[in-house]
């Protein structure tokens, strides 16, 4: 079972340059979020999803964008890269709303310079 | 997040000892989670906690949410180098609005 999947694995940018972090998962959970993990931070959530169509910003929205088009997929964009958004990127879904755990990828590891 | 309070930050056990990693938060947690990390690794679930004074244990793991839901703990007996990683506390956060939110992570060493 694949479960969450999350493209590209490793990602080095320049400042200012464009780019989506993919994520989809086959279990046809309708919640979907982004997190992103910087160290002594723990995970801070970017942008969640209720379902297609519906996306919602979380604490750290600012400086990337969601959309949620299908049920399985839930892409990241940075529109114009910082360095302040180097991090370690998670998506996650989870079948319903509150108490059920949430299903992680294995994270993007984005650096930008 | 601030709102949830992970203690210690860091950890270095001897094997075989105990240790205990606490969760706190200034409200009512609806949906307690305890996450395991492996160093460069992504999230492994650990357990769910939802009522005041439930307890779940697996395997040498025990972890277990307050009377007043404020406050939970997760306890590992005789440590193993297997042990080692992050552990995330994460929590419904408030309730029904579809965010999971998580504290900031206690680092766990253990060395032979």
């Known amino acids: 079972n694949a479960g969450v999947t999350q493209t590209p694995k490793f990602q080095v940018l320049k400042t200012g340059q464009s780019m989506t972090l993919q994520c989809a998962q086959d279990?046809?959970?309708?919640?979907m979020s982004w997190y992103r993990q910087d160290p002594g931070m723990g995970l801070r959530l970017i942008h969640y999803s209720v379902g297609a169509g519906i996306t919602d910003q979380g604490e750290v929205p600012n400086g990337y964008n969601v959309s949620r088009s299908t049920t399985e997929d839930f892409p990241l964009r940075l529109l114009s890269a910082a360095p302040s958004q180097t991090s370690v990127y998670f998506c996650?879904?989870?079948?319903?709303?509150?108490?059920?755990?949430?299903?992680f990828g294995d994270g993007t590891r984005l650096s930008i310079l | 997040s601030q709102e949830l309070e992970q203690s210690p930050q860091s950890l270095i056990v001897q094997e075989g000892k105990n240790l205990t990693i606490n969760c706190t938060s200034s409200k009512t947690l609806y949906g307690l989670y305890w996450y395991k990390q492996k160093y460069g690794e992504g999230l492994i679930f650990l357990m769910m906690l939802q009522k005041g004074g439930e307890e779940k244990s697996h395997e040498k793991i025990t972890a277990k949410l307050d009377e007043k839901k404020q406050q939970s703990s997760l306890h590992i007996t005789a440590s193993q180098p297997s042990h080692a990683g992050i552990y995330l506390c994460g929590a419904d956060w408030p309730l029904n609005t579809d965010k999971l939110i998580f504290g900031t992570g206690t680092r766990l060493q253990v060395f032979p």
């Open positions: 279990m046809n959970h309708e919640y």
């Open positions: 996650a879904s989870r079948q319903g709303p509150s108490n059920q755990p949430q299903h």
